[in-house]
C-alpha cells in the first residue's frame, strides 16, 4: 500500500479526525432515532430517519475537502421493483446508493456480519426489509434472496446488490458473479435492472483507514434501466456489467 506524503497527512489526519467523530457521532444519534421511528411510528417514518441518515452520513465526506456526485437522468417508475446492480469499491458506496434510491425505498443483500454490532447500520438491515446472507452457507444466501426478491417484488422496492461480492481495492472491477442477479431476475418478475457506476470512493481508502485521503469526488451513475422481460438472461447480464464497466474511470 502507498503512503500519503508527509504534507498531506499534515492536513489529511484533523480532517479524518473530523469526519470520524461525525461519522460515529450520527450512526450513535439515529440508532434510537429509527427504534423510535419503527417500532412507535411505523414503517414510514423509519423509511425517512434512514433517508436523513444518509444525508448526514454523505455530508461528513466535505469534512474531508470531499464530495458525493449523484448523476441520475433517468424516469424511474415507482409502480415496479427495481434491480439495482452495481460495483463496489468501499463502504463509503452505500450511502450514496440509499440517497439517489431514496423514493424507491433502497434496500440492501449484505453480508450477515453487518447484522450486528454497528449502531444504526445493523438495525437498518435487520429491520428494514434489507437480506443478510451466509456467503458460506449457498443454500441460506439464496433462500434469503429469493424472500428478498419476493419482497422488492410484493412492494415495488429497489433492491440493491453488488455482483462483485467484495470491495474492489484500487477501482478495477472483480469478477461479477450472476448468481444473485439471477434470483432476483426470477423471483421479482416484473422488475426493471437499474445498472449503476461507482467511481473514486476506493481512493478514500487509498492509503488505510487512517488517515483517510482527502479531495476525492465520489461520483455515482444510474444508468438507463434494462427490462429483462423475454429476453435470455445471460444476455441481459453481461449487458448490465458492460455498462456498469465501461463507465468505471
Known sequence: MKKMSF???????????LHYLFYGFYLILFWPIQWFCLRVLGYEAHRRSVDLLNTCLNSTLYLLASRVRITNHQDLPTDRPLIVVSNHQSHYDITPLGTAFRKHHGK????????????????????????????????????????????????NYAGMIFPEGTRSKNGQPKRFSENGVKMLVKYAPSAFIVPVTINNSWKFVKYGQFPLNIGISLELEVHKPIDPKGRAFTEVFEETKETIIKSIK
Not at 504534507?7 to 479526525?17: E, G, M, N, T, Y
Not at 454490532?117 to 434469503?144: E, M
Open 108 to 155: 440492501y443483500i449484505a453480508k450477515k456480519e453487518l447484522g450486528k454490532g454497528i449502531p444504526s447500520v445493523s438495525f437498518n438491515l435487520s429491520h428494514g426489509g434489507s437480506a443478510l446472507i451466509d456467503r458460506k452457507d449457498a443454500k441460506q444466501s439464496l433462500t434469503a434472496i429469493k424472500n428478498f426478491a419476493q419482497y422488492i417484488e410484493k412492494y
Open 7 to 17: 504534507f498531506k497527512a499534515l492536513i489529511a489526519v484533523p480532517l479524518s479526525v
